[in-house]
């Protein structure tokens, strides 16, 4: 995937990211239509009771739902609506959300991600669901 033209633009696009850059995400698998990152669940974006702050896991769903349904519309794009179901509170020592794009038009696409944290044996869990719109930006 290393060597893949469309993971490596995703990979450049993802990096200039300042936010993204801040929380310590990486994008660890991109291509037409799907997306998969990553971010240590490290103390200080955790909340009162020790799980993942919510803004987080969204930060995570929006931008993988967002990477995946640019992909599949080919350029440039913005998350129009998103909605989340936290299924279980997010602890583990690293998150991990997964999107693919269901639905593509010609302007927009419908995606749906899952949001896993991992355990320190690695062991992966649903901790949320999101489905969101993507349209494609136009300049």
Known sequence: MKDDPVF?????????????????????????????????????????????????????????????????????????????????PAGGDRLIAKATARSVGKSQAVCQCDIFFEERDGTPTLCAIAQGTIVGLKR
């Open 8 to 88: 490596e633009m995703a990979t450049r696009v993802f990096a200039a990211q300042p936010f993204t850059v801040f929380l310590g995400a990486e994008l660890i698998e991109a291509g037409a239509g799907f997306a998969t990152i990553t971010l240590p669940l490290r103390s200080d974006l955790k909340q009162q009771h020790g799980f993942a702050h919510g803004g987080v896991v969204s930060y995570l769903a929006d931008n993988a739902l967002t990477f995946a349904g640019g992909l599949a519309l080919g350029g440039d794009a913005l998350t129009s609506e998103f909605k989340i179901n936290y299924v279980k």
